[in-house]
């Protein structure tokens, strides 16, 4: 069968249009047929990016650099989310440096910059699950980003209790990288995965798709399926990373997400009250 384009062979099969990112065998023809396939997030409808790092860690370029690089590719905000203390490989701030953070972070934000600047941190995920921070300090933030740096090879009954444990902490709002693997250089850590996204739905914590090249780690379509928020994030380390927010968005295409299922496609506001513990609230400044 023959056709000037793609959607004219799929039009005389009568079948709905199949995106590329979908053509894996997981049910889109059928999908196809019923005229049932997702209206999958595009690049433009993210507003904003939720993990990036500044010099104030292991970044390589200010919080000034980073929001003017995010406003370039069009983000409405972004959240800085430098490292706790407990990952002293990356410059981790101590809470002294991270409530001086929250502070200088607020004045950014007052600038007028023409984006919204969040106060946030990537907090470690500690061995026994507990977070890297005090309550004191967790509460100040607009976005916690609980992830995990060390202790890579428990076991995985212990994984999971150290990955539900953080999860049940009333201050997580999103996982970052959640399976932890970098490609060819670190396999993914072993927990039970359905279980953990099962709690991430339970509690209204959001996973992250993490678009950084080295990782695209996140099961999407689980996330999916489970009914888990997502927000597709670039874990950036400098301004010329921020762009790697379109992997993510294909990533995201690939689990057959819609822009209802992706957070940060909201505005700043509204995506603050989909965070856990934020409903109803503004962020502070």
Known sequence: ?????????????????????????????EAAENHALPRLVELRDIKGDLQMHS???????????????????????????????????????????????????????????????LAGSEVDILKDGKLDYSDEILAQLDVVVCSIHSYFNLGRAE??????????????????????????????????????????????VAMECNSYPDRLDLKVRMCKEKGVKVVISTDSHSTGNLSFIRYGVTMARRGWLEKKDVI?????????????GRKGKEAKG
């Not at 062979?9 to 065998?25: D, G």
């Not at 929001?67 to 981790?92: P, Q, R, W």
């Open 1 to 29: 069968m023959a056709g000037r384009t793609e959607e004219e062979i799929y039009e005389k099969l009568k079948l709905q249009f199949v995106p590329p990112e979908l053509r894996e065998n997981g049910g889109e023809i």
């Open 55 to 117: 010099t104030a860690s292991d970044g390589k370029n200010t919080v000034e650099e980073m929001a003017a690089a995010a406003k370039e590719l069009g983000h409405e905000y972004i959240a800085i989310t430098d490292h706790s203390k407990a990952v002293t490989v990356a410059n981790g701030l101590d809470e002294k440096r991270m409530a001086a953070q929250i502070k200088h972070l607020r004045a950014v934000d007052k600038k007028g910059l023409g984006i919204r600047v």
């Open 159 to 204: 994984m999971t209790e150290r990955m539900l444990a953080a999860i049940e902490n009333r201050y997580t709002q999103i996982i970052g990288h959640p399976t932890g693997r970098l490609l060819l250089k670190r396999d993914a850590l072993d927990y039970d995965v359905e279980k953990i996204l099962d709690a991430c739905a339970k509690h209204g």
């Open 264 to 276: 940060n496609t909201r505005s700043a506001g509204e995506f603050l009250k989909e965070l856990r």
